[in-house]
């Protein structure tokens, strides 16, 4: 069993920054790839970012690429999510996820992901 806890989220102007991290424990948790979602009211959870266990692959969506920055330090067990030039339309409910098979591939499928955090709230405001 993996458990992820997110922290780092909250309340932010348009244009500010963010960086959640998500820590993990419980066996080979830093073998595993990482993803980031995230979700609104209503809406399918979106996927945001992802990373392998070496963090030499990393995948986002179109919607941040240039603005967000997904990282890992294995020695911590914590993955982050650095958010650049946050816009209003980045207000979610973001969650980390771990995917125990697939080591090697980011996935941008939240099927593929067997363990999730609770998720944090960031909210930005315009």
């Known amino acids: 069993q993996v458990q992820l806890v997110e922290s780092g989220g909250g309340l932010v102007q348009a244009g500010g920054s963010l960086r959640l991290s998500c820590a993990a424990s419980g066996r080979t948790s830093s073998s595993y790839a990482m993803g980031w979602f995230r979700q609104t009211p209503g809406k399918e959870r979106q996927f945001v970012a992802a990373?392998?266990?070496?963090?030499?692959?990393?995948a986002y969506a179109d919607s941040v690429k240039g603005r967000f920055t997904i990282s890992r330090d294995n020695a911590k067990n914590t993955v982050y999510l650095q958010m650049n030039s946050l816009k209003p339309e980045d207000t979610a409910v973001y969650y980390c996820?771990?995917?125990?098979?697939?080591?090697?591939?980011?996935?941008?499928?939240?099927?593929?992901?067997?363990?999730w955090g609770q998720g944090t709230q960031v909210t930005v405001s315009s």
């Open positions: 996820a771990a995917d125990a098979l697939r080591p090697y591939l980011p996935s941008d499928s939240p099927n593929m992901y067997d363990y």
């Open positions: 990373i392998n266990w070496s963090g030499g692959s990393t």
